[in-house]
């Protein structure tokens, strides 16, 4: 089952570190109850509801990191290139009469 908005609030409220702890609370299966969580009254939450929305967080962690990582890349060439042009500016008015 999909999860409310109240529990999702609550998942993030708690974040996934904590999240992850309180799986290990829960049964082995996917259908599991997992106790601990105060919007779990009125529907538990299960296992793999809980799995699923920290699969949903680690998805989100990783595209933050490839971003991240791409925008270093930029970076690091745009400094390099800089150095390169800095250089050869360099070199270019050591060797002009």
């Known amino acids: 089952m999909a999860l409310t908005p109240e529990q999702r609030a609550e998942l993030e409220a708690h974040g996934p570190e904590t999240v992850r702890i309180k799986l290990l609370q829960g049964g082995a299966d996917r259908g599991a109850a997992i106790p601990g969580f105060a919007t779990g009254t009125y529907r538990t939450l299960t296992r793999s509801d809980v799995e699923d ?11 933050v990191q490839r971003r991240t ?6 970076a690091g060439c745009t400094g390099i290139a800089g150095v390169v042009v800095g250089i050869i500016g360099i070199v270019i008015a050591k060797l002009w009469p």
């Open 53 to 63: 929305w920290l699969a949903e967080k680690q998805a989100q962690a990783a595209s």
């Open 69 to 74: 990582l791409r925008w270093a890349i930029i």
